[in-house]
């Protein structure tokens, strides 16, 4: 083995995504809006193909929904931009086997593309088990987790009338992806072969990943370190857009925590690989983003809030979006499952 020990928002949330008054102009995943409707011409659509992202090379692949760059040698984000979570995945090759970081929102295979990518043995991993992140992991034989609750809850699926919303019409930029049924889309059971926990090392043969258990955003959130390569995947805990941390099951005393972690690592990296939108950010964002976290909780920075209990906090290059009960103390549950859309009640 090659580990070593070391209720539904729906189309308002959609509402949500369209237009972000920050400086970053990242209107797309879990991004704010101020008056804008659903519909409007200030979308994610009209940002694409992202800048950050035509930055890298494309690789040309037979499909009509995802879209692969190679960030570096040996190193592939697997990008969902005709949806508006903007969802990407990670492809990490070694010499030996790979290690797939996420598996997407499910919508068509992410196998098909993997696999004309590498011939290597692959093991999916997850940055965490919100429905847009294991959609494609019963495509997959080997699938390790961090061994929580809310894990094992999640690996039931996720049933259409909690992502309806997500193949909403609005949803697309272009459609759906080719023989989506939108009617009965749904996240598919799956199961572990394996778990890790934080300070195991994933060895691919020539590349050794780091894993980091840092929950906050949900209680299974990880990041995976490249020490030697300086390459830092954050999964959800960090991206330069609206940072949601505002569903019952986050803890922003654990993020708070989390988020400190990860800044700590910033003189030793060189390149974030965050979840959504753009497949490249600044390290230096994490500090930013730990210390935002910190004004937050201590009432330094005021909000906006909005519907659903939440609140937007603006900072220069990203977003925080929390709710009123969890800024006041009060705590989810945190064994049950979640898709990552429920908002409190």
Not at 84 to 110: C, H, K, N, P, W
Not at 191 to 208: E, P, Q
Not at 226 to 241: E, I, K, V
């Amino acid at each position: 083995m090659f580990v070593s020990s070391g209720p539904r928002v729906g189309r308002e949330l959609l509402a949500l995504t369209l237009l972000l008054s920050a400086p970053s102009a990242c209107a797309g995943k879990e991004t704010e809006t101020l008056e804008t409707e659903a519909g409007a011409t200030d979308r994610w659509c009209d940002l694409l193909p992202r800048e950050a992202n035509t930055a890298f090379e494309r690789v040309d692949m037979e499909s009509d929904w995802f879209e692969v760059y190679e960030v570096e040698d040996g190193v592939f984000a697997l990008t969902e931009p005709n949806q508006f979570q903007e969802t990407i995945s990670y492809l990490i090759l070694g010499t030996e086997r790979a290690v797939l970081f996420d598996t997407g929102l499910g919508m068509t295979s992410i196998r098909a593309v993997v696999d004309h990518l590498t011939r290597l043995p692959v093991v999916v991993l997850n940055s965490h088990t919100h429905y847009d992140h294991v959609g494609g992991n019963h495509e997959f034989d080997t699938v390790l987790t961090v061994d929580t609750p809310y894990s094992r809850s999640n690996q039931r699926g996720q049933p259409h009338s909690e992502v309806a919303g997500e193949v909403a019409e609005e949803s697309f930029c272009e459609g759906p992806p080719k023989g989506l049924d939108t009617e009965l889309f749904h996240t598919r059971p799956w199961t572990t072969s394996g778990t890790v926990v934080d300070g195991d090392s994933l060895d691919l043969g020539g590349r050794l990943l780091e894993v980091l258990h840092i929950p906050g955003h949900t209680p299974d959130s990880l990041a995976l370190l490249d020490r030697q390569g300086g390459l830092l995947w954050t999964g959800d805990s960090y991206y330069d857009a609206t940072i949601w941390l505002y569903v019952p099951e986050t803890d922003l005393d654990a993020y708070e925590h989390s988020i400190a972690r990860l800044s700590a690592l910033v003189p030793s990296v060189r390149r974030l690989l965050p979840a959504h939108n753009t497949i490249s950010a600044d390290p230096a964002h994490l500090s930013e983003a730990a210390r935002a976290i910190r004004q937050i909780r201590n009432g330094s920075v005021q909000g906006v809030e909005r519907s659903g209990k939440r609140v937007v906090f603006r900072f220069e290059n990203f977003s925080i979006l929390t709710s009123r009960p969890l800024l006041d103390g009060k705590r989810g549950i945190q064994s049950d499952g979640g898709s990552g859309l429920s908002t409190w009640r």
